[in-house]
């Protein structure tokens, strides 16, 4: 069956550093893969999309980079701050049409002064 | 930037009534609304496919007939749990995929918290 796993539950680091959110998926083949940030009792955010031909994508002081041949995608924040502490997504579009979102697990980013 | 709006963002209700969710595209047409559903410390799990003008399409194990969907229009979409109990309290979340925009492109509402006595 299709399985998207996000590393941790929970990564705690130290505001200013890089922060690295790992997405694993099986049994997929996706045309796209996203990354949300989700706050507490709020819907999800986009913040990026990256297509199977892309290798790396960049926005501002995100980063995300994806390798079909590992089934895996990262995400980085660079110079962490407070602010960015939050719950992020990653959520894998293709199959089952291109629209169907299938959203992973979550990492809760706790980013500390 | 386009927005989507829930209307309400928390409702509470007694076992057995049923509710009714709004999810609305406020600056854009969307063809396509999806319902996600999220229990606490969980992902988003799609519950179904709606397109304007057809039957909403259920994901695997989605009671259609306890979660009626409608999309009446290119900016409206509800969701109704019907005969809700206790375990239907959880978030929901609706998004809606421009019309004219790409086929990845989706938009998130606020959510809705579903609390079921």
């Known amino acids: 069956s299709q399985k998207i796993e996000q590393n941790s539950e929970a990564l705690n680091i130290q505001e200013g550093k890089t922060a690295t959110l790992t997405c694993n998926y099986t049994?997929?083949?996706?045309?796209?893969l996203q990354w949300y940030r989700q706050d507490p009792g709020r819907g999800p955010v986009f913040l990026l999309l990256?297509?199977?031909?892309?290798k790396e994508k960049r926005k501002e002081r995100l980063k995300v980079t994806f390798d079909t041949t590992l089934k895996q995608s990262l995400f980085h924040i660079t110079a962490s701050q407070p602010a960015d502490s939050a719950t992020y997504l990653c959520a894998l579009l293709g199959e089952g049409g291109y629209q169907k979102v299938t959203f992973g697990t979550g990492t809760k980013l706790q980013v500390i002064p | 930037g386009a927005v989507v709006s829930q209307h309400p963002s928390w409702v509470i209700c007694k076992s057995g009534t049923s509710v009714k969710i709004e999810c609305r595209s406020l600056d854009f047409q969307a063809t396509t609304m999806f319902w996600y559903r999220q229990f606490p410390k969980q992902s988003l799990m799609l519950m179904a496919t709606s397109n304007e003008g057809s039957k909403a399409t259920y994901e695997q194990g989605v009671e259609k007939d306890k979660f009626l969907i409608n999309h009446a229009s290119l900016t409206l979409s509800t969701l109704t749990v019907t005969s809700a109990h206790p375990e239907d309290s959880s978030f929901y979340i609706c998004?809606?995929?421009?019309?004219?925009?790409?086929?990845?492109?989706?938009?998130f509402g606020p959510g809705t918290r579903l609390l079921v006595l």
């Open positions: 998004s809606a995929s421009p019309a004219s925009g790409a086929q990845e492109t989706q938009y």
């Open positions: 990256i297509r199977e031909n892309e």
């Open positions: 049994n997929y083949s996706p045309a796209y």
